[in-house]
């Protein structure tokens, strides 16, 4: 598999892997499918002829049709990345009837080589087997000629005890086929006992203390099985490694929006051994699915991560202990599995559903799903799964493409990525809430992805608890966001917190950031910004207290109250501050942004960076407050009120500005 993404056009090219002359083995269990018929039909993408696809970028009379925004098809081979074996397999997604009626050609059959298990080989006991049974499986699939000597047999012996049909047996043995056996028994043992302690250790004190961490679980397409992801990796590293530690170029990663539950159906199947039920469209099966990633696997790229399969679901009563514990770990750090995965594959309109534009406002598109905005990407590799006859293809004209494939593509396109210098928190938490989720909880949850993605280390991320009150989880990541990120809410936000005693006053609480009209315009970057002190469990600012008077912006309009109302330029409010003490009696020219009322009266302020100009050029920001009553902290006490903006020049803020008056100060 191959693809292109061009960030600056937004095009996403598409490669499809075809070919593999399709030398059917002879296998009883196959559907009577006439060989040449499906190796013409394989090489025209399907079962029923279809209009040869464009192989060139450059758009062609006979062939004037793309897919949404540049979306490319070409067909070529790739017969490089497999192994070269004289005997290929067809896979195929049903019965002959059933793979004629598929809509989506890559799920109707996939042709590569004998590595690749049929559904019935997979299924196969391994007791059954014996061990000679097995030895001879495993030579003929990894084109091997192993004698049964006693450490190979140990090394069987050992994967009976892992496995129950060939298929796990298998995907247990593969990756460590080629070592000696008595040297794969020893990494198997080292494998297993690291990735164990590593996500045992992964917790401390309700905080997870890596960002970086490997999936659990992995669907080994070949095998057509779901296995721990210490069977694929043979190198014995803890699970808990830096970035390019983790990376794994072995795994690609589906992202892929649920359907309402009226659409879905809970599947038992032995992919997962029967361990969870796997929810999935109606409309589709497994092994659809399953035919159509397989054309996007090759040596190497073997595995790949989808939710229902490799994220424990909801199942057995007796199993529900085991999911919440699993999910404490595994839901927080699933933003990292996307990041470090070799590449990724949407299904917008479902899994394993073609891809349709559907309703851009209805809340189970995968635009509109507050899980999906941690799978992002602009990975060059991505490719758009669900593509059949009916997905939206237009010309090459962009003023012939219809609107509603230009409205999605913008969409997609506008979609912010979670890294990178410009990323403002503010604008994810206004992207979150615009979105549409199972719960609250989840909503919060979701937003771990970005301190995943962050540039600079962060030590902890709070974990998932099923039964939290979202207020709570809140407050918990805000304890562990950079300093420059939680300045944000402090310099942007004009209510002061109601954190319903759970919380402090100089953050929005989760409910608050509710109301349209609360929602700052821009985001704000401090070079000081508000920094957690983890042995007071507070937090705190390092800033100079101006003491100052101000008038005027106590009144808003009637329909500046209305909550639904977002702040409008007619909104603004107009205003003075008289600095008192140093300098005293100066009015400054002030202005509020927001809906807000600031009654007459005595207030500190505490400024931005004036380093750090604001877009207004001659405006400073500034926060209004209270410093409370003498306490037996060592600093003062900043209860915030709200937030203005005063006028001035370069000279003049330096009038207010004191490097050696600025002072750390607690914030209630």
Request: net charge negative; aromatic share 12%; hydrophobic share 35%.
């Amino acid at each position: 598999m191959d693809a292109d993404f061009n960030d600056e056009s937004g095009s996403l090219v598409r490669s499809l892997t075809v070919g593999h002359t399709p030398t059917q083995q002879n296998h009883e269990e196959e559907p009577p499918i006439d060989e040449a018929v499906a190796l013409k039909e394989h090489e025209s993408g399907g079962l029923e002829e279809e209009p040869p696809l464009n192989t060139n970028h450059e758009p062609e009379e006979d062939n004037p049709k793309f897919s949404w925004l540049h979306l490319e098809q070409k067909a070529f081979i790739r017969q490089s990345k497999w192994p070269r074996m004289a005997d290929h397999v067809m896979i195929y997604s049903g019965s002959e009837e059933e793979c004629r009626a598929l809509d989506v050609p890559l799920q109707k059959f996939f042709t590569g080589p004998r590595q690749v298990l049929t559904r019935e080989v997979a299924d196969l006991p391994c007791l059954e087997l014996g061990l000679v049974g097995l030895l001879d499986r495993m030579n003929f699939h990894c084109d091997t000629s192993y004698v049964l000597k006693p450490e190979r047999a140990a090394l069987l012996q050992t994967c009976l005890t892992y496995a129950h049909d060939f298929g796990f047996g298998y995907s247990f043995l593969r990756s460590r086929w080629h070592m000696d056996p008595y040297s794969a028994m020893e990494n198997i043992r080292v494998c297993q006992e690291k990735d164990e302690t590593g996500r045992d250790a992964a917790i401390i004190d309700g905080f997870i203390v890596k960002k970086y961490i490997r999936p659990r679980r992995l669907w080994d397409l070949w095998s057509n099985r779901v296995v721990p992801t210490w069977w694929a990796c043979t190198i014995p590293e803890s699970p808990m490694q830096t970035y390019k530690m983790v990376y794994c170029d072995s795994f690609f990663a589906v992202s892929h929006a649920w359907l309402d539950e009226s659409e879905r159906q809970a599947v038992m199947t032995p992919i997962n051994n029967k361990e969870w039920p796997v929810p999935i469209p109606k409309s589709t099966t497994l092994e659809r699915i399953r035919t159509e990633l397989l054309h996007h696997t090759h040596v190497g790229l073997e595995y790949t991560w989808v939710d229902v399969l490799c994220l424990r679901q909801k199942g057995r009563d007796s199993q529900e202990p085991v999911r919440k514990q699993e999910w404490r770990l595994d839901i927080p750090t699933i933003g990292a599995i996307y990041r470090s995965a070799h590449s990724m594959v949407f299904y917008y309109s479902g899994l394993g559903r073609p891809f349709q534009i559907g309703n851009l406002e209805s809340e189970r598109h995968w635009v509109n799903r507050a899980w999906t905005l941690q799978e992002i990407s602009r990975n060059e590799r991505s490719v758009v799964a669900g593509m059949s006859r009916s997905s939206p293809r237009v010309e090459y004209d962009e003023a012939n493409i219809p609107d509603n494939v230009r409205a999605f593509g913008k969409k997609v396109d506008d979609l912010p990525m979670p890294y990178g210098a410009n990323r403002k928190f503010m604008f994810f938490i206004s992207e979150m809430h615009r979105r549409f989720a199972t719960s609250e909880l989840d909503k919060v949850a979701g937003l771990n992805y970005f301190i995943i993605t962050g540039k600079k280390n962060v030590s902890r991320l709070p974990i998932y608890n099923a039964d939290d009150d979202p207020e709570d989880l809140w407050w918990r990541l805000v304890s562990v966001l950079q300093p420059n990120e939680r300045a944000e809410f402090f310099f942007t936000y004009p209510e002061p917190g109601t954190g319903r005693g759970k919380g402090p006053r100089w953050c929005p609480s989760w409910s608050q950031q509710k109301k349209p009209r609360n929602l700052p315009r821009d985001g704000y970057f401090s070079l000081k910004g508000v920094e957690f002190d983890t042995v007071r469990d507070g937090y705190w600012i390092n800033r100079q207290p101006v003491s100052c008077e101000i008038k005027g912006l106590a009144e808003i309009s009637e329909a500046s109250k209305e909550e639904t109302r977002r702040w409008r330029p007619e909104d603004a409010r107009s205003g003075e501050v008289i600095t008192l003490g140093t300098p005293d009696g100066i009015a400054w020219p002030a202005f509020a942004d927001h809906n807000y009322p600031i009654p007459d009266g005595r207030y500190t302020l505490l400024m931005c960076d004036w380093e750090k100009p604001s877009a207004l050029e001659r405006w400073m920001r500034c926060v209004v407050g209270q410093i409370a009553e003498p306490t037996l902290e060592p600093f003062k006490v900043f209860e915030k009120v709200s937030i203005i903006w005063i006028e001035g020049t370069e000279n003049r803020f330096l009038e207010l500005w004191d490097e050696e008056r600025q002072e750390p100060i607690a914030l209630a």
